[in-house]
């Protein structure tokens, strides 16, 4: 099955960032939309370790170790860029002050319930960190996953049964198969990648789903 990277898909959902956004970019594979936003655009990445400004990836040998993300990668700060205290930071995110969060997730519901941080095994670590905050407390939040996890099962479901970060907080869902819109009647796809077909995409989502490919999404 032909499906989009993780550098191709970071910068699809790029595509989609508007100009003027304030935008969080969560730990992990969301982190990499940084490298792909227009050059032409003027957006304003957050970290929730308090930082505003933020660019892309340093070039190898030009970290400053003393200038990372909340992940803990380095980071390179933009004419105007700055740092502060990440009470702040917090108070930014839970303030709706951010106009799009992208994050990961181990699970998305049909409604938008949300789980990212704990899969409640023995051995897990529970990482809430920032998550629950942007969850509800960013304009719109975006979700960037595989559609399948290793075991192959799929990551979009009617109930979430991992622990939840977010009750119905997720808008839009990007995954290596598909975007799709979480809607009041229920989950539409708007576009499908590779050869990945509708009846496919039916077979392996445990949900619902509505096509309108092609259709205008709303913008954030």
Do not use: W
Not at 25 to 39: K, M, V
Not at 100 to 126: F, H, K, M, W
Request: aromatic share 6%; glycine share 10%.
């Amino acid at each position: 099955m032909n499906k989009l990277t993780h550098q191709q898909l970071a910068e699809r959902i790029a595509r989609d960032i508007p100009e003027g956004a304030y935008v969080n970019l969560g730990i992990g594979l969301p982190t990499r939309i940084a490298n792909y936003l227009p050059a032409d655009r003027e957006i304003f990445l957050h970290s929730e370790n308090g930082i505003l400004g933020m660019g892309p990836a340093p070039e190898p040998g030009c970290e400053d170790p003393e200038l990372i993300n909340a992940g803990k990668q380095p980071v390179t700060l933009l004419q105007g860029g700055c740092y502060f205290h990440h009470g702040d930071s917090f108070t930014m995110m839970r303030g709706g002050h951010l106009d799009i969060c992208v994050l990961g997730a181990y699970q998305v519901s049909r409604r938008g319930d949300l789980a990212n941080s704990s899969t409640a095994e023995p051995s897990s670590i529970p990482a809430v960190v920032g998550a629950m905050d942007l969850a509800i407390g960013a304009k719109r939040v975006y979700v960037m996953t595989e559609h399948l996890t290793r075991q192959g099962e799929c990551k979009i479901v009617n109930t979430c049964t991992y622990p939840l970060t977010g009750m119905a907080c997720i808008d839009r869902i990007y995954t290596d198969m598909a975007v799709m819109d979480i809607t009041p009647e229920g989950i539409v796809v708007r576009e499908l990648f590779g050869d990945v077909t509708e009846e496919y995409l039916r077979s392996i989502t445990p949900v619902a789903l509505t096509f309108a490919l092609n259709a205008q999404t709303e913008e954030a």
